[in-house]
């Protein structure tokens, strides 16, 4: 069973559960899936792959987390306390990503591997870290390890 079939499963759960801020979460899922299906030309009804899923969930959280700061720059934190929570949910179907301390060492290998010796070719080593990263860490993570190694 593919994540995208699980979280059609608990759309279920969260309306006899009758706990909003999870059933508003996954609608809102769903309904990012399915544009993401019909943009990538395919029908509604067909499901996302488990790599197409943590693409959009990952979107989602990205989307929560500016609005979280816009809000609370604005002073609503009652608005902002509500994209808090719908957050909570988005990330408990991501996969946990690496600390900076876990990504310094393979920053470092990477460094050695292409020769990087200065923040010119910083984008170089960031492509060729994102492309064994994707999925497992954060890319502004990676940036902030990358500069600070060869700063």
Same mark, same amino acid.
């Given at each position: ?55 959009? =969930?990952?979107? @989602?959280?990205?989307?929560? #987390?500016?609005? %979280?700061?816009?809000?609370?720059? +604005?002073?609503?934190? *009652? &608005? ?30 990477? =460094?050695?591997? @292409?020769?990087?010796?200065? #923040?010119?070719? %910083?984008?170089?080593?960031?492509? +060729?870290?994102?492309? *064994? &990263? ?18």
């Amino acid at each position: 069973m593919t994540l995208h079939e699980t979280i059609k499963g608990q759309l279920k759960e969260a309306m006899k559960a009758k706990e909003e801020v999870r059933l508003r979460t996954v609608r809102d899922m769903l309904t990012a899936f399915m544009n993401e299906l019909v943009a990538t030309g395919k029908k509604p009804q067909d499901t996302l792959d488990n790599e197409g899923v943590i693409k959009v =969930i990952t979107r @989602l959280s990205k989307q929560r #987390k500016d609005s %979280i700061e816009q809000f609370t720059k +604005a002073g609503r934190d *009652d &608005l902002a306390q509500t994209e808090k929570d719908e957050l909570a949910v988005l990330e408990t179907y991501l996969p946990t990503l690496m600390t900076q301390d876990e990504i310094r060492p393979l920053v470092k290998a990477k =460094i050695a591997e @292409l020769g990087v010796t200065d #923040k010119s070719k %910083i984008g170089l080593l960031l492509g +060729a870290l994102m492309k *064994d &990263l994707k999925g497992k860490a954060d890319g502004a993570d990676v940036k902030v390890v990358a500069e600070s190694l060869l700063s």
